[in-house]
Structure formats: C-alpha cells, structure tokens
C-alpha cells in the first residue's frame, strides 16, 4: 500500500496547490453535468435485451402432422446443439410452424442469433416451404398508442379516415424520436360474391366456370400503340366497371331453357364486406389505432411537443363525432415517473444537508454538502459515457447512494477538524487529516464496490433489469471518493478556520455506550447468545412472511386475455362485450380498449407475444389507484376481479392479468414431458383432477395438443375415372366454396376494391350439392356423387418442449396463502403420479425463486470473499477482517425485522438492498477497527482501545448512517412496489447494524485478539 499512498499523498497536495484550478473545475463539471442531464435519454424502465426468438415457417397446404415431422422436427433438432440454447418450445399447425427459442443470459445475444440464423440456412426442407423467418425483436413495444375513434357505427364508414390516418402515420414519422409508426384496425372493404349453390346448378354452370369468367374480365392484357401521322399512340382498353351494379350486371352466359343471358347477380348475393382481420373498440367506439415505436436510446421527452402538436392539427382535419385519445404516451408516462423520481432525489438531498448542517459545525456542514451535487454530477456524466440512462433503477441508485456520497466527505471533514482542534495549522490539519484518511476511507469505498460489484451479474430477466442500480452505485462511490481527498480539503482549506475549538462532549451517549461496552465485554457469551437468538427469530420471520419475489409494476394498466370456445370471430366479439359490461359496472374502471380477433399492440415490455386468431380478444384498462386501494396490493384486486368474471361469464374464459417488472406468468408452472404423448396424458389426467379439487388455486390450466372435429373427403376413383374428374377437380371445387378467392380488383371512386368470390355452405348436406362438371360429358354431377364424407377428428396443433411432446400445468395461487407452499402440494402430487420417464420442468415463482435468490446468494458470497481480501490487505490480519464481516449478520437481522414490521412482502428487491447491505455496513466496522489499532499503537490496552474507539467514531458513524437512512425515506414513501420494500429493509437493517456493530465490534476484538 506504500506506492498507493505516496500515489494518494502527490494527489491530495496537488490539488491543495492548485485550489483555483479545482474551484473551476467543479463549477464546469457542475454545469456539464446538467447539459448532461437534460441531453441524455430517459425511459420509465431500463431496456432488457431478450433472450427469445420465434421462428416461423410457413409450408403452404400441408396438414399439422406434416409440419411436424417435416419442418418443426428438422429445425429443432438443427439448433438444439447451438451454444447457450436454453429452452425450445414449438407449435405446429396446418400450413405453419412456430419454434420458440429462449438464450441464456450468459451468452453473446447477437452473435448466438446470427449463429442461429446461418443454421436455419442449412435445414432441409421439402419443396413448396417458404424459407423460415427470425424474429428476436419480440420486447419491441409501442412508445405510442392513439386511438382515431367514433360512436358512429364503423370507423372504417367514415369518408376520409383511411386518408387521415394515413396522414398522421406520415408525420408522426417525420418525427426524429419516432423509428416507425403502423395502423391498426383499418379494414379492407371488399365485394363479396356469395354463390347460390342451388341457382348455380340450374343453369349447368360450376364454381369453376364462374371463376374462369370473373377472372378473364379482370385481365389487363397491353394492347400496345398504334403509328399514326400525328405520331405513336397507345391504345388501352376501358373495362367500364365502376360500381357494383357493373359487376351484378357480368354476363356468365346464356340460359338455355330460356335463351336469355345469365347475369351474375342471377345466380348470386353480391355486396361490400369488410376482411376479417383484427378490430379494436376505445371505450365503446369503433377504433382505428395509431402506433408509434422510438428509436432505441432516444429521448422521448423531445417527442412529447412535436406528437401533440400532430394530434392537434389532425383534430382539426376530422369531423365533430371523431376524437383522438391517447392509450399508451411514453414521453408523458416517463415525463411523470422521471420527474416523480427527481423530486424524490431532490427530497433526499435535502434531507441529507440537514441532518449534515444539524450534526456539524455551518462551515463543516457546507464542505461536506458541496460533495452531493458535484458527486451526482460527475455520476450522471459517467452514466452518459456508459450508456446507462436516466431510468427509475438508475435514479433510485442515485437515491441509495446519497448516504454512501457523504460519509467519505464526513470522515475527511472530522479527521481535519479533529487536528484542527489539536491546534495544527489550518494547511497542515488540511493535508495530515486528509492523508490520514485516505487509505481507510479508499478501503471502505472498495469494500462497498465489492458489495454492489457481484450485483451487476445477476441471472435473467431481472439481472438485466436491475443492472443499472449497482452500476449507478459504484459510479457514485468512485466519483464520491475521488471527491473526498480533492475537492473536500480544498474547500476546508478556504472555510475552516485555524483556531483551537474545544469540542462539545456528547457525554451522554457517550457514557451510556461505555457502560454497554462494559457490560457486554463483562457478559461476553450472554452478548453472543442474544445475537443468536436474534438469528433464529429472523429465521422464524422468514418462514411466515408473504413470498413475492417480483412486484407488479407501479401504473394503473391491467389487461384480459379472452378465449372463445369457437373459432368464431361473432362469439369472441359476444364474449368480449360480457367482460366489457362486468367492467363497466366496477366503479374504479376509467378507460378501456379491447381487440377482436387478435392481441392489442404490446402495449408493455414484458407482454408476451399473442398470435392473431379469431377465437382471441384482449381488454386493456386503467383503473383508479386510489379506489382499489381498500385492497391489500393488486394481486388482492385482481384476484376479486378474476372471481367476478368467473362467476358471471356463461362462456369462454377470461383471464386477468397485472403488467409485471419480468416477463409474467402464473405463479405455478409445471411442465410434463415424455418421447411419447401417451406416457403423460394418463398421468395428466389423474393429475388434473387431484389439483382442481385444491381451493387454494385458481385458474388452473392444463395446456396440451388440442383435437377439432372436422368432415374427412373420402374420393371414390371409380366414378371420378368415369367422368374424368381428378382429384384437383375435387378439391379445387371445395376450395372455391369454402374459401373467398380474389379473382380482381376494380376500382369505385378512386380506391381498389378486392373482388372476392365463394358459396359459403351453410350445412354439410349443401356442402354435397356443390356442382363439379365432368370433364369428357360436360354433365352435372354434385359432390356427393363422386365422394363420401366422414366425420372424423384430429390434431389441431402439436406443441413440444424441448423437442417431446408435454402438457404444462398453471395455476394461480390465492394471496392469502403462500405460493411455495402450495408449489410443495402440487409437487407431492405430481411424484405420487408420474412414472420414471417422464420430465418434470418447473417455471412460475419456482423457477424464480431457484434462479435469482440462488443468484443473490452467490452474489453475496463473492462480494464477502471480496471484501475480506480487501480487508486482509489492509489489516494484515487473517482474524480483524472476520471480526469487521461480523456487521453481515447484524444488518440481514435488520432487513428482515424492518419489511416483517412494515407487512411488507419478501421480495427480490428486499434481498438485493440486503446484499448491497454489506458494503456499507462493513464500513463503520472498518473505522472502529482502524481507530483501536490506532489508540493501540498510542500504548493502550486493547480493552481501552476498543471502548475509546468507539466513543470517539460515535459521531462520524451514527452521522453517515443517519444521512444513508434519511435520504431513503423518500423512497419508502413512495409507496413504489418495486423500491418500498428495498428501502425499508435498507433502512432498518442499517440502524440496526449500526448500533449493533457500535457494541459487537468491540466486544468481539476484545474477546479474539491478544495483547502483543
């Protein structure tokens, strides 16, 4: 350490003879941390890279089975053996797979999905497979979401809207913020031949021919140009079909019976019609949505001016029944939750100087406080340098660390005042106090880096998540430390005066603390013994307090997955309308927005991915903080809510759901899988019913491959080879029936109409009737004559995981009881039925709980290995730095003391303030520790030693862990699900640890190290 101090000691008297430079240079670095400020990017949550990609392959025409066999198998099996590849989960479906792929964290992102994507290249697929895509930007979610909405019928009816639209999404592109904007739940209006399978076969005419008709009047052949005298002339042919009658009005041919021409509308209903694709309601209305996504790194808060001023101009474009609302608005959203956090720093720091100006002399207090704004100016610049951006994480750091920002100032401060007291001169009780410190207050500052350090490589989602707040930390310490010996002593030299202070004896609590010294060194065992059952009480606390180890986050935004029990866009839009009405009669509901046919835009970070179907809607809404706050926290609110829906809905199901900080799922998640589904359908079955007899679960779910009905086209060769028929004359047929074909476009009043044809069957026996003509006697036959039609069943999808069938078990627990537990009964049920080849995956809390408690606690062991190698290199003594690790213990009694008291959950936040913990706790120990080898080295006993060590490190210690726990108290009153929990642990685990390691510390010195 001798170089690092010569190193130190050059410093400190660099900057004593530079003071000007100095002075000037805090004041830029103030100023450039302000531009720093404003300039930098700011979101409500930091960004998380996902580790998930979906896969997508479509194989036009092939049957589930096939896709399975012929695509999914082929690409799983060719990406299983990639590094990092943590989980595959797949769906196959007619005419599609999906093959989703979860990375470990630990793994290079990019670099793995580029590895992924040359693989893909070299699967073997069958002829006919479009080439699979890709997709790893599935966290994309929209900065903002408007709704262009009327109570006039359709949206769409609207003259002009698509125009209007269309318009906005054209300048809110040209916004610099805004990377792309989409809209949503504009349909296609289309003209719609509905055949009459009955009228068709009256005049000896087939879907086929019908076809071939429609579709040679829609042909555009060029007629090239013709020389004249006046020069070339191009010729073009006008096919005067503008309108709907036009097209009722299209010869097919000519009735024999009647010999009159056979119009299309003869044999036909032919209509406008809007597609079939996803549709969204605001608040009752019909909807168009507008969705804006922002350029990662961005700031948004630059958008928020250009965006209204978009929305204002357009207002003024659209009629009086048209209103803009604005769902989802990032800038407005981040604005409230940055500026909410800011006034939350700005709290503490005050707090903070007047704990600083109450505890020391004015001008002490004023060197000390000028540390907290340059400190925080100097991190913010760093945090910019780094890429972390201004983020609730990254400010609730700045909120943890201002206690941390002044105790090294503090400890300089007291040590020149204590030589200013001895009478030294002002520049030498400056330099000697400063150098004096320096090492012990650098040994405190790594030791508390040592701490955070291990926090930033926590595993998954909520590593990520939460990597910001040690970063921010360690940010703050080392600009707190550099500080400390530079900017510290020269603005004591410029305040402090050069005149003997006698000082003001607390006698008091310094008396009291000597008699529990004494006391304790006196009952050495009996001191221990009450530690320990302070230990074992904590355990208890544990063991009974309510595990939620991620909170949900902190807005008024819920959602409601909804699934009809048919494919049928009409029934889902029935059932959507149900929850509507149940949510209309709850008087904390303040707006909503649903989706027919298809999931709402993600509309949150860590919303899974939906896929369109028309058996699915979504309901998103905001509720009443203050109204559903007569519940005990949310999961209460929707429990309630999810038991009201169960109750009154009489079909489909509807699911409520809280945004969270991870990616959601239910609080119990089972996966069973097998080489064959039949090992795991018997056992799931035994398993279901065993688990739904369970009243402490809710929404119990058993996810597996689902069978449809559906009729089986059986072809009789015999009676097709008679008539010439092939079996593309079958199924060409049908095809045309069932299915709206495009057979052209025409063009009404300037916009492209899609021309769609079919027959629609209402039933099966009309299906039969369809009419297929023979192909070597022009004869009428009707399906029925050359096929038989079966009722049968099959697959409608095959899901896998991890490359075998599985059936995944979820469920929600009730809040009033306790998630593992309830974990543990399911457990012991599926043990009792499973067999030894099936696997058993856990997700939900598990897996949570598994992951990142097992996490922090490595975390935790590295940052103490850490520390006490620090210490050891310090101290020079295998035994004084165990002694110092002795606080750990202490402050966890105080964690967990302070959230049982509170009633506050046990979560995964609490755990990380109780591993940060331990950097800050060590480092009162470090002080006490470093005065009695101090008071030893003056001839002291180390009895004496160790009491006049803590006498006199009684200010400074209980000074800087009062401003740590004072600045923290915005942060409890938040009232942040996220942070309360943190800071309440924090703060009640540093009192208690400090006033503890003001008595053990000693006590424990005194009784493990000798006199020598």
């Given at each position: 350490?001798?170089?690092?101090?010569?190193?130190?000691?050059?410093?400190?008297?660099?900057?004593?003879?530079?003071?000007?430079?100095?002075?000037?240079l805090?004041?830029?670095?103030?100023?450039?941390?302000?531009?720093?400020?404003?300039?930098?990017?700011?979101q409500?949550?930091?960004?998380?890279?996902s580790?998930?990609?979906?896969?997508?392959t479509?194989?036009?025409?092939?049957?589930?089975?096939?896709?399975?066999?012929?695509?999914?198998?082929?690409?799983?099996?060719?990406?299983?053996?990639?590094?990092g590849?943590?989980?595959?989960q797949?769906?196959?479906?007619?005419?599609?797979?999906?093959?989703?792929?979860?990375?470990?964290?630990?793994?290079?992102?990019?670099?793995q999905?580029?590895?992924?994507?040359?693989?893909?290249?070299?699967?073997?697929?069958p002829?006919?497979?479009?080439?699979?895509?890709?997709?790893?930007?599935?966290?994309?979610?929209?900065?903002?979401?408007?709704?262009?909405?009327?109570?006039?019928?359709?949206?769409?009816?609207?003259?002009?809207?698509?125009?209007?639209?269309?318009?906005?999404?054209?300048?809110?592109?040209?916004?610099?913020?805004?990377?792309?904007?989409?809209?949503l739940?504009?349909?296609?209006?289309?003209?719609?031949?509905?055949i009459?399978?009955?009228?068709?076969?009256?005049?000896?005419?087939?879907?086929e021919n019908?076809?071939?008709?429609?579709t040679?009047?829609?042909?555009?052949?060029?007629?090239?140009?013709?020389?004249?005298?006046?020069?070339?002339?191009?010729?073009?042919?006008?096919?005067?079909?503008?309108?709907?009658?036009d097209?009722?009005?299209?010869?097919?041919?000519?009735?024999?019976?009647?010999?009159?021409?056979?119009?299309?509308?003869?044999?036909?209903?032919?209509?406008?019609?809007?597609s079939?694709?996803?549709?969204?309601?605001?608040?009752?209305?019909?909807?168009i949505?507008?969705?804006?996504?922002?350029?990662?790194?961005?700031?948004?808060?630059?958008?928020?001016?250009?965006?209204?001023?978009i929305i204002?101009?357009?207002?003024d474009?659209?009629?009086?029944?048209?209103?803009?609302?604005?769902?989802?608005?990032?800038?407005?959203?981040?604005?409230?939750?940055?500026?909410?956090?800011?006034?939350n720093?700005?709290?503490?720091?005050?707090?903070v100087?007047?704990?600083?100006?109450?505890?020391?002399?004015?001008?002490?207090?004023?060197?000390?406080?000028?540390?907290?704004?340059?400190?925080?100016m100097?991190?913010?610049?760093?945090?910019?340098?780094?890429?972390?951006?201004?983020?609730q994480?990254?400010?609730?750091?700045?909120?943890?660390?201002?206690?941390?920002?002044?105790?090294?100032?503090?400890?300089?401060?007291?040590?020149?005042?204590?030589?200013?007291?001895?009478?030294?001169s002002?520049?030498?009780?400056?330099?000697?106090?400063?150098?004096?410190?320096s090492?012990?207050?650098?040994?405190?500052?790594?030791?508390?880096?040592?701490a955070?350090?291990?926090?930033?490589?926590?595993?998954?989602?909520?590593?990520?998540?939460?990597?910001?707040?040690?970063?921010?930390?360690?940010?703050?310490?080392?600009?707190?430390?550099?500080?400390?010996?530079?900017?510290?002593?020269?603005?004591?030299?410029?305040?402090?005066?050069?005149?003997?202070?006698?000082?003001?004896?607390?006698?008091?609590?310094?008396?009291?603390?000597?008699k529990?010294l004494?006391?304790?060194?006196?009952?050495?065992?009996?001191?221990?013994?009450?530690?320990?059952?302070?230990?074992?009480?904590?355990?208890?606390?544990?063991?009974n307090?309510?595990?939620?180890?991620?909170?949900?986050?902190?807005?008024?935004?819920?959602?409601?997955?909804?699934?009809?029990?048919?494919?049928?866009?009409?029934?889902?839009?029935?059932?959507?309308e149900?929850?509507?009405?149940?949510?209309?009669?709850?008087d904390?509901?303040?707006?909503?927005?649903?989706?027919?046919?298809?999931?709402?835009p993600?509309?949150?970070?860590?919303?899974?991915?939906?896929?369109?179907?028309?058996d699915?809607?979504?309901?998103?809404?905001?509720?009443?903080?203050?109204?559903?706050?007569?519940y005990e926290?949310?999961?209460?609110?929707?429990y309630?809510?999810?038991?009201?829906?169960?109750?009154?809905?009489?079909?489909?199901?509807?699911?409520?759901?809280?945004?969270?900080?991870?990616?959601?799922?239910?609080?119990?998640?089972?996966?069973?899988?097998?080489a064959?589904?039949?090992d795991?359908e018997?056992?799931?079955?035994?398993?279901?019913t065993?688990?739904?007899?369970?009243?402490?679960?809710?929404?119990?779910?058993?996810?597996?491959?689902?069978?449809?009905?559906?009729?089986?086209?059986?072809?009789d060769?015999?009676?097709?080879?008679?008539?010439?028929?092939?079996?593309?004359?079958?199924?060409?047929?049908?095809?045309?029936?069932?299915?709206?074909?495009?057979?052209g476009?025409?063009?009404?009043?300037?916009?492209?109409?899609?021309?769609?044809?079919?027959a629609?069957?209402?039933?099966?026996?009309?299906?039969?009737?369809?009419?297929i003509?023979?192909?070597?006697?022009?004869?009428?036959?009707?399906?029925?004559?050359?096929?038989?039609?079966?009722?049968?069943?099959?697959?409608?999808?095959?899901?896998?995981?991890?490359?075998?069938?599985?059936?995944?078990?979820?469920a929600?627990?009730?809040?009033?009881k306790?998630?593992?537990?309830?974990?543990?009964?399911?457990?012991?049920?599926?043990?009792?039925?499973?067999?030894?080849?099936?696997?058993?995956?856990?997700?939900?809390?598990?897996?949570?709980?598994?992951?990142?408690?097992?996490?922090?606690?490595?975390?935790?062991?590295?940052?103490l290995?850490?520390?006490?190698?620090?210490l050891?290199?310090?101290?020079?003594?295998?035994?004084?730095?165990?002694?110092?690790?002795?606080?750990?213990?202490?402050?966890?009694?105080?964690?967990?003391?302070?959230?049982?008291?509170?009633r506050?959950?046990?979560?995964?936040?609490?755990?990380?303030?109780?591993?940060?913990?331990?950097?800050?706790?060590?480092?009162?120990?470090?002080?006490?520790?470093?005065?009695?080898?101090?008071?030893?080295?003056?001839?002291?006993?180390?009895?004496?030693?160790?009491?006049?060590?803590?006498?006199?490190?009684?200010?400074?210690?209980?000074?800087?862990s009062?401003?740590?726990?004072?600045?923290?108290?915005?942060?409890?009153?938040?009232?942040?699900?996220?942070?309360?929990?943190?800071?309440?642990?924090?703060?009640?685990?540093l009192?208690f640890?400090?006033?503890?390691?003001?008595i053990?510390?000693?006590?424990?010195?005194?009784?493990l190290?000798?006199?020598?």
């Open positions: 350490m001798k170089g690092d101090k010569n190193l130190m000691n050059k410093l400190i008297k660099s900057a004593l003879f530079q003071r000007k430079f100095v002075i000037i805090v004041l830029a670095i103030i100023a450039f941390g302000l531009y720093t400020y404003f300039d930098m990017p700011k409500e949550n930091p960004e998380a890279i580790p998930v990609g979906m896969i997508t479509v194989y036009p025409g092939a049957r589930t089975e096939e896709v399975r066999e012929e695509i999914t198998q082929e690409i799983e099996d060719s990406i299983a053996g990639i590094n590849v943590e989980k595959i797949s769906v196959s479906r007619d005419n599609v797979s999906l093959v989703i792929v979860q990375l470990s964290y630990e793994v290079d992102k990019e670099k999905w580029e590895v992924l994507r040359s693989e893909l290249n070299t699967v073997d697929l002829e006919g497979v479009k080439s699979p895509t890709l997709d790893t930007d599935l966290i994309n979610t929209t900065g903002v979401m408007l709704s262009i909405n009327t109570n006039d019928g359709n949206i769409n009816n609207v003259e002009n809207i698509e125009k209007v639209a269309a318009d906005m999404k054209s300048k809110l592109n040209d916004v610099e913020e805004i990377n792309e904007t989409n809209l739940g504009i349909l296609d209006e289309n003209i719609v031949i509905n009459d399978l009955e009228k068709l076969t009256r005049v000896n005419l087939t879907l019908v076809n071939d008709i429609l040679a009047q829609n042909i555009d052949i060029p007629l090239g140009s013709l020389d004249t005298e006046d020069g070339n002339t191009s010729i073009s042919y006008n096919k005067e079909k503008n309108s709907i009658e097209i009722k009005d299209i010869i097919l041919g000519v009735n024999p019976a009647t010999n009159t021409p056979i119009l299309l509308s003869d044999i036909s209903e032919i209509k406008y019609e809007y079939e694709d996803t549709r969204f309601i605001h608040n009752g209305d019909s909807s949505l507008v969705t804006s996504y922002f350029d990662k790194d961005s700031n948004i808060l630059n958008a928020e001016e250009k965006i209204n001023d204002s101009s357009t207002e474009e659209l009629g009086k029944d048209i209103a803009i609302d604005k769902i989802i608005f990032q800038p407005e959203d981040v604005k409230n939750s940055v500026n909410d956090f800011m006034i720093l700005l709290q503490a720091i005050v707090l100087l007047i704990v600083v100006f109450i505890g020391m002399g004015y001008k002490n207090a004023f060197v000390v406080s000028v540390t907290i704004p340059l400190s925080i100097l991190t913010i610049i760093s945090m910019s340098f780094l890429g972390v951006n201004i983020q994480i990254s400010i609730a750091a700045l909120i943890i660390s201002l206690g941390i920002l002044v105790d090294n100032s503090i400890v300089i401060t007291d040590a020149i005042q204590v030589k200013l007291d001895e009478n030294t002002i520049m030498d009780a400056v330099y000697l106090g400063t150098k004096e410190s090492i012990p207050v650098l040994t405190s500052t790594l030791t508390t880096i040592m955070f350090a291990p926090l930033i490589a926590l595993p998954g989602e909520a590593g990520e998540f939460a990597k910001s707040l040690p970063q921010v930390v360690i940010l703050a310490l080392i600009a707190s430390y550099v500080v400390s010996i530079t900017v510290t002593p020269v603005l004591a030299s410029l305040l402090l005066k050069n005149s003997y202070r006698k000082t003001r004896e607390r006698k008091y609590f310094k008396g009291s603390l000597e529990i004494l006391t304790s060194m006196k009952y050495t065992k009996t001191t221990a013994l009450i530690i320990l059952v302070l230990l074992v009480g904590v355990g208890f606390m544990v063991l307090m309510r595990l939620e180890i991620f909170p949900y986050a902190d807005n008024n935004i819920a959602y409601i997955d909804i699934e009809a029990d048919k494919n049928d866009m009409e029934e889902t839009e029935e059932i959507v149900d929850v509507k009405n149940i949510l209309k009669s709850e904390y509901i303040e707006e909503y927005t649903s989706s027919i046919g298809g999931p709402i993600k509309f949150y970070i860590t919303n899974p991915p939906y896929f369109k179907s028309p699915f809607g979504q309901i998103m809404f905001r509720f009443d903080e203050e109204k559903i706050s007569k926290n949310k999961k209460y609110f929707s309630e809510l999810q038991n009201k829906l169960n109750d009154q809905m009489i079909k489909g199901k509807a699911t409520v759901n809280l945004l969270a900080l991870t990616n959601p799922g239910p609080d119990i998640d089972i996966t069973l899988s097998a064959e589904f039949e795991i018997k056992v799931a079955n035994n398993i279901e065993e688990i739904k007899d369970m009243d402490s679960l809710y929404n119990v779910k058993f996810e597996q491959s689902s069978n449809i009905d559906e009729y089986e086209v059986i072809p060769k015999t009676q097709m080879s008679q008539l010439g028929l092939t079996s593309y004359d079958i199924q060409r047929q049908v095809n045309l029936a069932l299915n709206k074909t495009q057979i476009q025409v063009k009404i009043k300037d916009d492209e109409k899609n021309i769609l044809l079919y629609n069957p209402k039933n099966l026996d009309e299906l039969k009737t369809i009419p003509k023979s192909n070597t006697s022009e004869a009428l036959v009707s399906l029925s004559d050359v096929v038989e039609i079966e009722e049968s069943s099959r697959l409608e999808e095959l899901n896998r995981f991890n490359r075998k069938p599985f059936i995944k078990i979820t929600e627990v009730d809040p009033d306790s998630t593992l537990v309830e974990q543990t009964k399911v457990e012991e049920i599926i043990d009792d039925e499973k067999t030894e080849n099936i696997e058993v995956t856990f997700g939900g809390e598990k897996e949570i709980f598994n992951k990142y408690l097992s996490g922090l606690g490595i975390a935790a062991l590295i940052a290995i850490g520390v006490y190698l620090i050891l290199l310090q101290f020079k003594s295998l035994v004084q730095p165990l002694i110092i690790l002795i606080t750990v213990p202490l402050s966890i009694i105080g964690v967990v003391l302070g959230v049982f008291l509170f506050l959950p046990l979560t995964f936040t609490v755990g990380l303030g109780a591993a940060s913990l331990i950097g800050i706790v060590v480092n009162n120990a470090i002080l006490i520790i470093e005065y009695i080898n101090r008071e030893r080295d003056k001839g002291r006993n180390i009895k004496e030693a160790c009491i006049e060590s803590a006498k006199k490190r009684l200010r400074p210690i209980l000074l800087s009062i401003t740590t726990v004072i600045g923290l108290i915005p942060l409890v009153l938040s009232g942040s699900s996220f942070f309360t929990p943190m800071a309440v642990g924090l703060m009640v685990g009192i640890s400090t006033l503890l390691t003001l053990i510390i000693p006590v424990a010195y005194n009784s190290i000798k006199e020598s």
